[in-house]
């Protein structure tokens, strides 16, 4: 059955932008403009995708676009990898209905009057009131199904309530959608280029088929990796650009130190001030005398971690050499990072490891079809 990705779990949303991937499943350089006919690239989606799905020209229309607009080469692996994606997050739903959505946003909003120290006679006096379509908030809470219903209803109250903007302070707490269930920041991150008309907004745009498969494709493809494997990728794109190279560094690290460190992607605490390290740089630090760098350079290193271009960092290659030194054996330039997926909409124990190998088992199917 397909999978909804949660409502706001995506980590990390790095700014380094366009690549185009190699038949062995990743880029060490940019490929030229692809050159396949439109029809030709229409065909083989098609012919990819499971015999279920419904408007499979239609789907396959959209996919080709976006491949083109963002000049990203159109071959077997990449057609899979967006295939397999848009599968296991809605599968082909360009709007896709979540269980027990009405109690989720009820429960996302009483979780939050609480924090706020909110009495609860004042949020129900609230959800009363009659919104614009001419319905109380709480009579569209309670018949809300979809990502883009209640993203539309949170839109409203924090427009047209005191209390909706006190509860969120403009944060709309829906942060995912579409037929990928792509990031909306990532998305209005990258609206430059988009080729279509914006009717409304990016958000509203990412609620679509196109505009979703748009910022999907490009969250998914649109960054060079050093990666061999697919599956990397695929855990990127739950867990955040470079997670899976930064999870495999921050290994090495463990390797080279003796010091137990969550292999999670986060090689550093955003907003740490110098004194106040990371668990990540801190261990890094304590090599400080082996990598011949002292704290401010292993600072600026870390810093690109959100880019290809840490691979070619002194700190990354002196980290590698300590460990294998200590090791007596290569060590692995990727690795899935161990993160636990959590949301209101998520029931189980999922992990970014789960995800990534459903995708990657999709991705098979599809090459083999």
């Given at each position: 059955m397909?999978s ?10 790095p ?50 676009a ?16 967006v295939?397999?994606?848009t ?25 939050r009057a609480?924090?706020?120290h ?11 009131i009659?919104?614009?379509?001419g ?14 219903e209640?993203?539309?209803i ?20 829906v ?14 991150s ?14 509203d ?37 470079y997670?899976s ?12 130190t ?8 986060d090689?550093?605490?955003p ?37 290809l ?6 700190l ?8 294998e ?7 692995p ?16 124990e ?20």
């Open positions: 397909p909804v990705s949660p409502i706001a779990f995506r980590r990390r949303l700014v380094a932008w366009f690549c185009c991937l190699l038949l062995a499943g990743c880029a060490t350089a940019p490929l030229p403009p692809p050159t396949r006919p439109p029809t030709d690239v229409r065909s083989e989606i098609v012919r990819r995708m499971p015999a279920k799905v419904v408007d499979r020209q239609g789907w396959a229309a959209d996919i080709q976006a491949f083109a607009a963002q000049r990203i080469e159109p071959n077997s692996e990449n057609i899979c990898a295939l397999a994606v599968e296991q997050e809605s599968g082909y739903v360009a709007n896709p209905e979540v269980a027990n959505l009405p109690k989720i946003a009820r429960g996302e909003i009483d979780r609480a924090a706020l909110v009495p609860a006679f004042m949020v129900s006096a609230a959800l009363a009659r919104s614009p379509d319905r109380s908030y709480n009579e569209r809470l309670q018949r809300v199904r979809t990502e883009r209640l993203s539309d949170y839109q409203d109250l924090i427009g047209s309530v005191p209390l909706g903007k006190r509860l969120f302070a403009d944060f709309n707490p942060q995912t959608g579409g037929p990928m269930q792509v990031g909306i920041p990532f998305a209005e990258k609206a430059a280029g988009y080729p279509y008309p914006v009717d409304g907004s990016i958000r745009e990412v609620f679509t088929r196109r505009g979703g498969m748009y910022f999907g494709i490009a969250h998914l493809l649109g960054y060079q990796t050093p990666y061999t494997r697919k599956v990397h990728r695929f855990a990127d794109f739950n867990a955040g650009w997670a190279r930064n999870a495999a560094f921050q290994n090495a690290v463990t390797t080279a003796g010091i137990p460190l969550a292999l999670d992607g090689l550093l605490t907003g740490a001030p110098m004194d106040k390290p990371g668990q990540t740089e801190r261990a890094v630090r304590t090599l400080a005398g082996d990598l011949r760098m002292d704290d401010r350079d292993i600072r600026q290193a870390l810093e690109r971690g959100t880019h271009a840490f691979d070619d960092t002194p990354y290659a002196r980290v590698y050499a300590l460990a030194a200590r090791a007596g054996k290569p060590l330039r990727a690795m899935i990072p161990g993160i636990r997926l959590e949301s209101p909409k998520i029931t189980r999922l992990t970014t490891a789960w995800f990534a190998t459903r995708v990657d088992e999709r991705y098979r199917h599809c090459m083999q079809r």
